[in-house]
């Protein structure tokens, strides 16, 4: 059988062992033998190594580099923290009312006058790299977002040091790429592998990192890629442990999940939380760009007014919602806070945060999304404890649930959620009701707003890039949808020419399937057939005059796009069984297929 | 390779990989320059924190002393000693809400040294605090037998009582006997050990081997009026409640001599006395002398059946075939028929009369006791020697 997907593939791996493996034989052999010394050494190297190869061991460094760049980033959020607001901000301090004011403005300046492109989270921008601009980030971004990150974020403004170390991971690639002249489809590729990296040295997860990267910023399942955004992440993980200790993000308490019934208690928290990300969400959907709108001179102001304001609620008694917040995340693990508390200190962060955000101060909404899951989830625990004191977990389950419940609803990147609260608590024991919970908001979160928060900023830009959400809900057309009925007549290669043109002569049928011999299909036309017999080859079978018209033949699951390249120039293209080859399922051709099209996406 | 490469650098990938090794090693270099300092200072910052926070919470101003460890490790986020102080803070903060955060600070720090003495013993001290026996005695046993840098066999030492005192507050009196018994082998011949010991087997109600602890100490406190007056009290608490009245009144004498302030002992030896002079079961009396002590409690049991009978407002001549054997009514009836017996006692003629009467006697005490509260005087002597007697006999 002459099958097209088998066959192309087939040449493909031919094409590329061809070209990789016997060249980089020779290259090295001749490499040995043309130098001496080191140089003979440099020679093997260059053999053994094929671009695929280079580009593996390359996202290792940007790993390193990835990594290296996120340990300062982190050490320069600390020191400005410690310097501008110390160690422990106490209530009604005069620092925690004008710092985030002060260091607003100062950003300010910096945003508009020097960095320009820094605004925002940072994983829409590197998106927008990968999609738009062939893998461009300017390095110049990479040095904004960690000055200008370290200090809005060491200030106080609600805001997290994730999604801006993606970007500076992001920016270091392609810089590394264009240094290197990377051929494009390569240098697209740099900006994943080091958001990846960025990614999960901030986040001490190279799992969720992976996987964010993937849901987010890639946009689509790639398996050509993954190898390099795994290998970048594990290795900038390594460097942030060997340098910052391998301590988990937060000191994990007892968790656990004993009887089915309290799937009932993690619903709750499910749509409770899916409520509060569309709330988060639709607020920062709204103010954004009508701050965005206001006269170019506010843009030196909404910074500081909003650090104003952040500054006002940290005054007025709650400076936990200050800075990215994961001590106070972890003591919430730890039942130190009512339900009262947190459920204030939730709603207080998604107004903290979304101040923060519309006014355009560059800074990330991971930190924000799972402080405010923290504290949802821990109140709405609470408040379950009340009425079901027997059916309900421990404080520390209800706020490590919420954190993927609020990932899940407002950043939409359901399966990093999962994996992220895995890889946070290092407990599977909790997966189950994670996977509720997380399912809940997710679905609570779509039904009310299709678009996720970051396509929404995306589009807010004037952007349109690929979203795997989208993805995920399109539906694929195969070529069983297009299929037409096998046709009544089908023909076999070991039939002659005359028996055969006596058996079509009362068909309507104007082309027929031939079933080859042993495998393989072919066609034939009434009216060939008919000249064939007038030609006096009625003694010829019909295998042997067709044997060099073999029909390419397809299978009923394949995607509708593969038959695309197929169906031009032939009467039909059979669709066969895939246990029996030559069992024709149906038939598929060019009108049918268009047909189809166009009933998915009438004019 | 078909591939070109940048033209600052050669268009040779083992070049690149070299350059970038190179590359990679002097910011690896910069940032662990960067980085030491930056913990140097943090380190010294945490220092000052910590030392003010030691100081809050010697002063037991334990709010003050937790923020200022929690700044500490916000400093140096990994140091051991500082999570160990703050979830010691926690813990003896008198903040339920705090014991879950203390718990988990220990149980990081548990899992980095498992047989660290001094986290084991405060995790002990977390479960104490939570009432979780199976859980003290894990900590606390790992405790004992963990590693400790310095003065090893005091903090063990320190550790098992802990757990005993624990376990008595529980009323684990078994499990507290097991641990006394494993103190007592490994005590040094200290007084105070010694005394701790006994005072603790006494709280058990393993009364015999308090009395060999507070012998001990107060063979190891000679000189130390304070700690002798202790132990001597203590032996003589210990002996009287096994009914060692003679042994008792003895330490008592002793005890009270070194501290005659002492209200209970001078109550004990009072009530040593006493029974040594009712008792008519003592060593070393004639029969004549057994015998007037037998009618002299026949008849404070009398008076005393009758007086509590009074007090309830109780009929001891409304006894019929169907009241209880025990009932004072009942054992009135028994009294005044037993009665015209006494006069046969000094006969010999009947050598289980006295233990018949002695019998009567102590059933009409625990039940006058048991009507209407202890009782005072003869009456409590007999009643401690009855009980003494039941004792014995199981």
């Not at chain 2, 008849?299 to 509590?308: K, L, P």
Request: a neutral charge.
């Amino acid at each position: 059988m002459n099958d097209p997907v088998t066959a192309e593939t087939t040449a493909r791996t031919t094409a590329k062992e061809g070209v990789s493996a016997p060249s980089a034989a020779d290259q090295a052999s001749a490499a040995w033998h043309r130098f001496s010394g080191p140089q003979r050494l440099f020679a093997a190297i260059e053999g053994v190594f094929d671009e695929e190869g280079f580009f593996l061991i390359l996202s290792v460094f940007i790993g390193i580099f990835a990594g290296l760049a996120v340990v300062c980033f982190r050490l320069a959020i600390d020191w400005t923290h410690l310097a501008l607001l110390g160690p422990l901000p106490q209530n009604h301090s005069w620092r925690l009312f004008l710092i985030p004011a002060v260091a607003g403005l100062v950003v300010s300046v910096l945003v508009i006058h020097i960095f320009p492109a820094i605004r925002g989270s940072g994983v829409n921008q590197t998106k927008a790299a990968l999609y738009i601009f062939n893998g461009y980030i300017p390095f110049r971004t990479a040095i904004g977002k960690f000055i200008c990150c370290a200090l809005a974020i060491g200030a106080g403004h609600s805001l997290g040091p994730e999604d801006p170390s993606l970007q500076i991971g992001a920016s270091l690639a392609s810089a590394m790429g264009r240094q290197l002249q990377l051929p494009r489809e390569k240098l697209r590729l740099m900006a994943p592998v080091g958001a990846a990296a960025g990614l999960a040295a901030a986040f001490n997860a190279p799992i969720s990192a992976v996987l964010f990267v993937i849901e987010e910023v890639i946009g689509r399942w790639s398996a050509g890629i993954l190898g390099s955004v795994v290998l970048s992440a594990v290795a900038s993980v390594v460097i942030v442990r060997g340098f910052l200790g391998s301590e988990p993000l937060f000191r994990i308490p007892v968790t656990t999940f004993k009887r089915p019934a309290e799937l009932i208690a993690y619903a709750i928290l499910g749509i409770v939380g899916g409520v509060a990300a569309i709330v988060f969400a639709k607020a920062i959907g709204f103010l954004r760009p009508r701050l965005k709108a206001l006269p170019r001179w506010t843009q030196y102001f909404q910074s500081a007014i909003a650090g104003l304001l952040i500054g006002l609620i940290g005054y007025l008694g709650a400076p936990q919602v200050m800075g990215a917040g994961y001590d106070f995340m972890d003591q919430a693990m730890h039942g130190q806070f009512t339900w009262q508390l947190l459920g204030a200190l939730a709603a207080l962060k998604i107004l903290a945060t979304t101040l923060s955000f519309v006014s355009g101060t560059p800074g990330g909404m991971f930190a924000p999304t799972l402080f405010v899951g923290a504290m949802l989830g821990g109140a709405v625990g609470g408040v379950e404890h009340i009425f079901f004191p027997h059916l309900v977990g421990s404080t520390g389950t209800y706020v490590l649930v919420g954190m993927g419940v609020l990932f899940a609803g407002f950043l939409r990147a359901p399966m990093t959620s999962v994996f992220m609260v895995l890889e946070v608590s290092g407990n599977y024991e909790i997966i189950v009701p994670v996977i509720v919970a997380n399912t809940f908001a997710y679905v609570v979160s779509r039904a009310l707003q299709r678009t996720s928060i970051f396509d929404l900023l995306t589009r807010q830009d004037g952007l349109v890039l690929p979203s795997l959400e989208e993805e995920r809900e399109e539906t694929v057309l195969h070529v069983e949808d297009a299929m037409l009925p096998a046709p009544a007549i089908i023909l076999s290669g070991s039939d002659y020419v005359d028996a055969a043109a006596a058996r079509i002569r009362n068909s309507p049928q104007s082309v027929f399937p031939v079933r080859l011999q042993p495998t393989g299909w072919s066609s034939i036309s009434r009216d060939l057939l008919e000249r064939l017999n007038q030609e006096g080859k009625g003694e010829h079978t019909l295998g042997a005059l067709l044997s060099a018209q073999s029909l390419p033949s397809l299978y009923p699951d394949l995607p509708l796009d593969a038959a695309l390249r197929f169906v031009n120039n032939v009467a039909f293209v059979p669709v066969v069984n895939r246990a029996d080859s030559r069992k024709l399922e149906g038939i598929i051709s060019s009108e049918s297929v268009f047909q189809r099209y166009q009933a998915k996406h009438p004019q | 390779m078909s591939w070109t490469f940048s033209k600052f650098v050669p268009r040779s990938a083992p070049a690149v990989l070299l350059i970038l090794t190179f590359a990679a090693a002097a910011a690896f270099a910069a940032v662990s320059h960067l980085v030491t300092r930056f913990n140097a200072n943090q380190q010294s910052r945490a220092r000052r924190l910590y030392t003010r926070g030691l100081a809050d919470a010697n002063a037991s101003r334990y709010a003050d002393a937790i923020d200022a460890f929690r700044a500490a490790l916000v400093c140096d986020p990994q140091n051991s000693q500082y999570q160990l102080s703050l979830a010691r803070a926690l813990r003896d903060s008198g903040d339920p809400r705090h014991l879950d955060e203390a718990e988990s600070y220990l149980a990081a720090l548990w899992q980095r040294a498992p047989d660290d003495g001094t986290v084991n013993l405060a995790l002990g001290r977390v479960a104490a605090r939570r009432g979780s026996i199976d859980d003290a005695i894990r900590y606390y046993h790992n405790a004992i037998y963990g590693v400790w840098t310095s003065d090893a066999d005091a903090y063990r030492r320190k550790a098992r009582l802990e757990l005993i005192d624990f376990l008595l507050q529980k009323n684990a009196r078994g499990q507290a006997e097991s641990e006394l018994i494993a103190l007592a082998t490994f005590l040094p011949a200290e007084a105070a050990g010694h005394l701790q010991a006994a005072q603790l087997f006494a709280q058990a109600q393993d009364y015999p081997n308090a009395l060999t602890q507070y012998e001990d100490a107060i063979r190891l406190s000679r000189g130390d009026d304070r700690g002798g007056a202790t132990a001597f009290a203590g032996a003589g608490e210990a002996a009287f409640r096994q009914g060692r009245y003679r042994t008792a009144q003895r330490f008592l004498r002793d005890a009270i001599t070194e501290n005659p302030a002492d209200e209970n002992s001078h109550a004990l030896f009072d009530e040593a006395k006493e029974i040594l002079a009712v008792d008519p079961f003592v060593h070393r009396i004639s029969d004549a002398e057994r015998n007037r002590r037998i009618a002299s409690a026949f008849a404070n049991a009398g008076e005393r059946m009758t007086t509590c009978a009074q007090s309830k407002s109780i009929s001891l001549n409304e006894s019929d075939g169907s009241s209880a054997p025990n009932s004072l009514p009942a054992l009135a009836s028994r009294w005044s028929a037993m009665k015209p017996d006494l006069r046969r006692m000094s006969s010999h003629a009947d050598t289980d009369l006295p233990d018949t009467v002695m019998d009567l006697i102590f059933q009409i005490e625990q039940q006058s006791a048991i009507e209407c509260g202890e009782p005072h005087g003869a009456d409590l002597a007999l009643l401690l020697v009855s009980r003494g007697r039941e004792a014995a006999d199981e």
